[in-house]
């Protein structure tokens, strides 16, 4: 692997964004409980994968491919999610999915119209548990890629940093 010039991956840059993650997920908590009842758990597992796919975030990816496995989502469809492709996604997912690649390659800052179809189609309830979802994978994702980026630094690229890193990196 060639060493990359600059960490590929988001990450806390410093400690007020990921406070202000952990103050939203205190504050919202109710949202995030709603999740287990509005959401089947299958359907958590499927945003989540999304996120991870356009993040690359690499201990999430490998954590949320088990849990999807063990919601009965199977290894095709989990693929083909994180090779960021809706073929076959439970067509009432379809509009999460879409959201969800959506507002994580905008670093979780969505265009309104986006977010505004999401709470049409699936209500208040069920959208909020949605985002909910959202912000809890993001925080866990640029909590493990913090801890990554000092080992990439100290290293000089030669860990921390993972094929798909390279492949994706514009240094090379």
Known sequence: MNRTTTFPRRFYTSLHPFLAD??????????????RTQLTPAFRERPMLAVTAVNRYRY??????????AAGVSNA?????????????????????TYAYH?????????????????????VLRAGAIEAVLRMIRMGNLVSNTFD????????????????????????
């Open 22 to 35: 952990v103050a939203w997920l205190v504050w919202h908590r109710a949202q995030l409980q709603l999740a």
């Open 60 to 69: 999430c990816s490998f954590a949320h491919t088990r849990m999807a496995l």
């Open 149 to 172: 980026y000092p080992l990439f630094r100290i290293s000089g690229g030669r860990f921390g940093a993972t094929a798909d890193d390279e492949r994706h990196n514009p240094d090379h």
């Open 103 to 123: 507002w994580a390659e905008t670093d979780a800052t969505p265009e309104a119209a986006a977010r505004e179809r999401l709470f049409c189609e699936y209500g």
């Open 77 to 97: 469809e989990i693929a083909r999610i994180l090779n960021q492709t809706l073929d076959d996604c439970p067509p009432d997912e379809a509009p999460a999915l």
